[in-house]
């Protein structure tokens, strides 16, 4: 190989290595920072998706768009936030997509006992037409949806005694997220259904206020429920989407440049946080066989469960709309039907 020949090699190499930065130069992107509020902490799938969302905006802004998380809930509760992201107070957030029902009515189908029976389903239904159609009607309300992550399939604790049967739910007080499906699911089951703020959880488990709650296995092991609780059953009773949300007020000021970068990165996140999540499930899981008393409800039982359910989804059916319903229950049964 000729001396010409290296150099221009090496020329070629090092144009390629900086083609992103001088890409973000020559694009319309300005500096900016951006708060990231979450409820949960490191650890969680969430926050590791949260960071990878970070990483990717800044890598490809040339780091001109400089996105900080704020985990914890330290800039406050799920609900809350809400309201501080159509204010364009914060920027931006992550929570469970049914917690929008307040402001877009149809979110809350995600709530549904039972609706799915695997992530598969939930993948494919949350990124196909179902989660657009639902993603679009949000900016209406002063909020942008950039993708669905994960919370996860959640599973029952309690601190008094195993869920193994319906029955064994029969006056315990169990905190559920703050929304109206789940209340009334967690009410149908004949536990006592106590809606909380996240951030107020733990100290409830510390104090009694509450026997039980309904989490992931890595979302008790990451905010150390497991020191509060003594038993975790496996009901898989609920999967929990969760959407990217953006301030609509910071999402109008951003370039056609800059939304492109932040939607693009919202969905190499959301793939990479989904992979975490399920990973570090199947890993919290094993971890809680040696801290708590788990076990796995046969399905001739979780039927029974379904079975409390239906009056509620019935309820919250003709609430919604029985024509998105059906639309959201067609989707899923493609899905199986193509396995």
Excluded: C
């Excluded at 973000?24 to 979450?38: P, T, V, W, Y």
């Excluded at 559920?176 to 259904?193: C, E, K, R, S």
């Excluded at 946080?273 to 409800?297: D, F, G, P, Y």
């Amino acid at each position: 190989m000729s001396l010409f020949t290296r150099r221009m090699m090496v020329s070629v190499l090092v144009a390629a290595a900086f083609t992103p930065f001088i890409s973000a130069q020559a694009a319309d992107i300005q500096e900016r920072n951006i708060k990231l509020s979450l409820v949960v902490d490191k650890g969680t799938a969430q926050y590791d998706g949260a960071q990878k969302f970070a990483d990717v905006v800044a890598k490809k802004s040339g780091g001109k768009l400089n996105v900080k998380i704020f985990g914890g809930g330290t800039l406050g509760g799920d609900l809350k936030l809400i309201s501080s992201l159509q204010g364009g107070t914060v920027e931006m957030t992550l929570m469970n997509a049914s917690l929008l029902a307040g402001v877009e009515k149809e979110m809350a189908v995600w709530d549904f006992p039972y609706l799915f029976r695997n992530e598969k389903e939930a993948d494919t239904v949350l990124d196909g037409p179902i989660g657009k159609k639902l993603a679009d009607k949000l900016p209406a309300q002063g909020l942008v949806g950039l993708a669905y992550w994960e919370l996860g399939f959640r599973n029952m604790s309690s601190g008094i005694r195993p869920i193994t049967k319906v029955e064994d739910l029969q006056g315990q007080k169990m905190r559920v997220i703050q929304t109206p499906i789940y209340i009334d699911f967690m009410n149908a089951l004949g536990a006592n259904a106590v809606p909380l703020p996240f951030t107020e959880l733990y100290t409830a488990l510390e104090q009694k206020a509450v026997d039980g709650a309904t989490n992931p296995a890595i979302t008790t092991v990451v905010q150390k429920f497991n020191e509060v609780q003594k038993y975790y059953s496996v009901t898989q009773h609920m999967y929990n989407p969760q959407i990217l949300l953006m301030s609509k007020k910071f999402w109008d000021q951003l370039s056609p440049d800059e939304k492109k970068i932040v939607s693009e990165a919202a969905v190499e996140a959301r793939n990479y946080q989904r992979q975490v999540s399920r990973k570090k499930n199947a890993e919290a899981l094993a971890t809680l066989k040696t801290t708590m008393k788990v076990n796995t409800i046969p399905p001739k039982e979780l039927a029974r469960f379904a079975e409390k359910a239906k009056p509620v989804i019935a309820k919250y059916t003709a609430q919604i709309g029985e024509p998105f319903v059906k639309e959201v229950y067609a989707e899923i049964a493609k899905v199986r039907g193509g396995k």
